[in-house]
C-alpha cells in the first residue's frame, strides 16, 4: 500500500477492477497513478494488436492516441510564447487568418476557453469523407473558412477543436517550425517524456496500440490520418508520461504560475486547455480524449499531489468511469464494483425493430452471451446487460434500451430524449 495523504492506494483492489474489465472485454489499456512525482501503480489490460500479423498483448510501453488531451500540449506552449512576449491572449486571430468569419472578434483567450463561436469541423457532415486522408493546412483553412459560426465571440462557450487547430497552426506561424518539432522542444524534452511524440500511421512494432470495437469480437477500427487534427488530438503517449506532463505542468516546470492560474480559470464551465470539476470536495484539472475507438483520461488533484491516467483502444465501459472507480479506490470512498450481468433468454429479443418518432431501423442480434444492436447505416455496438432484466445499454454513447419482449417493443433513452420502437 501506498500513502496517499492518509489515503492508500489500493492495488489489490485497482487490479480487481482492471480484471474485471478486462474478462468481460468491457476495455483495453492502461492505468497509471503517480502519488507526489513518484508512479506508484501501473496496470494493462487487453491487447495492443490483435492478429495484425500477430497478438501483442497490451504492457507498460504500450502508446496509445490520446485524442483531445493534445490540446493541453497545445495550451501550454500557447501560455509559452505569451511569457516570451511573441502572443497575447487579447491578440485576435484576423493578425494571422483575416478570411475567417469574426476572426477580428476572436480573441486567442477565446479560442483557449472555446468561447471563439468557431464552428467545430469535426462536426461537420464532410469531415466524415476526408478524415481517413491526409489533408494541408490549406485544405484545413478552406473547410474552416468556408463555415458559418455557430455564435457571436466571447458570448459563450461551446467545444470545438476547430479553435485548438488554429492555435497549433498560429504557434507554427509565430515560431516558423513544425508542429512536432516545437512539441519536443517545448515540452517532451525539456521534461523527459520518453513514450510522447506527434503520431503517425500507427506502427505496432513501436509499441503503438491499434483501435478496436467490440461487438461479440473484436474488430480493427479505422485511423484518422493525423495530418488532420494537429494541436486539437494528433499526440500519442502513455498514461505514465501524462501523469509526469501534468505534474510537471502543475510544479511549474513548462510555464509560470500565472500562466497556469489563467490555464485553469473556468469561464461557462472551460477552463484554457483544461477542464476544472470536483470529486467529493476535491479540485481536480485535466482533459479527456476520444479519437478513433481510443478514449483517454487525464486529471491531478493538486492539493493531494495525486495524477492518474488511463487510456483505452477499445471496449464499451467509459475511461470517465474507470476514473470515477480509481478515484473512489484511491480515496477509500464506498465503490461497488461494476456488475456485468450475464443475461437469458436473449432470443426473446432479437429482431428488426422500427419507430414512428425517428426514421430509423435497428437490428437486434446476437453473439454468444452477448446482444448486439445496429442502427441503419451504422456500426454494431454490444448492449451490456443490468441488474434489471430486458434493459440493456451501451455506455459510451450514452443508450439505453429497455425490452418489452412480449409486446415486441423497446424503448430507447438517449440524450434526455426517448423513442419507441416496434418489432416488425
Known amino acids: 500500500m501506498v500513502k496517499t495523504n492518509a489515503q492508500t492506494v489500493n492495488k489489490p483492489r485497482l487490479d480487481s477492477l482492471l480484471d474485471l474489465l478486462a474478462t468481460n472485454n468491457r476495455s483495453m489499456g492502461s492505468l497509471a497513478i503517480m502519488q507526489n512525482g513518484r508512479l506508484v501503480y501501473q496496470k494493462s489490460i487487453g491487447y495492443a494488436a490483435i492478429d495484425s500479423p500477430s497478438t501483442i498483448p497490451a504492457t507498460a510501453e504500450t502508446k496509445y492516441r490520446i485524442g483531445s488531451i493534445s490540446k493541453m500540449f497545445t495550451g501550454v506552449m500557447v501560455m509559452q510564447l505569451v511569457e516570451e512576449g511573441k502572443l497575447s491572449v487579447t491578440s485576435t486571430l484576423d493578425k494571422f487568418y483575416p478570411a475567417i468569419p469574426n476572426a477580428a472578434k476572436i480573441t ?3 479560442m483557449m476557453n472555446h468561447h471563439s463561436g468557431l464552428h467545430n469541423f469535426t462536426n461537420d457532415p464532410q469531415y466524415f469523407s476526408y478524415m481517413l486522408s491526409p489533408q494541408t493546412h490549406q485544405q484545413m483553412l478552406a473547410r474552416i473558412t468556408a463555415m458559418k459560426p455557430d455564435f457571436e465571440p466571447g458570448t459563450k462557450g461551446q467545444y470545438s ?6 492555435l497549433s497552426y498560429i504557434i507554427e506561424k509565430i515560431s516558423g517550425k513544425s508542429y512536432p518539432e516545437l512539441v519536443k522542444q517545448r515540452i517532451i524534452n525539456k521534461i523527459g ?3 510522447t511524440y506527434y503520431g503517425d500511421k500507427i506502427n505496432t512494432a513501436k509499441n503503438e496500440a491499434l483501435p478496436y470495437a467490440y461487438s461479440g469480437k473484436w474488430t480493427k477500427f479505422s485511423e484518422t490520418d493525423m495530418s488532420i487534427p494537429t494541436g486539437a488530438g494528433s499526440m500519442v503517449s502513455t498514461p505514465a508520461d501524462l501523469d509526469k506532463f501534468i505534474v510537471a505542468l502543475f510544479d511549474g516546470k513548462l510555464i509560470k504560475p500565472a500562466s497556469l492560474e489563467l490555464m485553469k480559470t473556468s469561464t461557462d464551465n472551460y477552463g484554457s486547455a483544461m477542464f476544472a470539476t470536483q470529486f467529493k470536495g476535491r479540485k481536480v484539472y485535466g482533459h479527456g480524449g476520444a479519437i478513433d475507438a481510443y478514449r483517454s483520461e487525464l486529471a491531478y488533484f493538486p492539493e493531494q499531489k495525486f495524477a ?3 487510456i483505452s483502444n477499445g471496449g464499451s465501459f467509459d ?3 474507470v476514473m470515477q472507480a480509481v478515484y473512489n479506490i484511491s480515496f477509500n470512498e464506498p465503490f461497488e464494483m461494476p456488475n456485468f450481468t450475464v443475461a437469458k433468454g436473449l432470443d426473446d429479443y432479437i429482431g428488426v425493430y422500427s419507430s414512428k418518432q425517428i426514421p430509423l431501423k435497428i437490428n437486434i442480434t446476437k ?5 448486439i444492436a445496429q ?10 446487460a443490468t441488474k434489471t432484466e430486458g434493459v440493456f445499454e451501451f455506455d459510451k454513447a450514452g443508450i439505453v434500451m429497455e425490452f418489452r419482449a412480449a409486446k415486441g417493443e423497446f424503448t430507447l433513452k438517449q440524450g434526455g430524449k426517448e423513442y419507441l420502437f416496434t418489432k416488425e
Do not use: H
Open 308 to 310: 492518474v491516467s488511463y
Open 108 to 110: 486567442i483567450g477565446m
Open 375 to 384: 442502427a441503419t447505416g451504422q456500426s454494431a455496438f454490444p448492449l451490456d
Open 161 to 166: 477543436n476547430t479553435n485548438f487547430l488554429l
Open 193 to 195: 517524456l520518453k513514450d
Open 367 to 371: 453473439d454468444g452471451s452477448n446482444l
Open 319 to 321: 475511461p470517465s468511469r
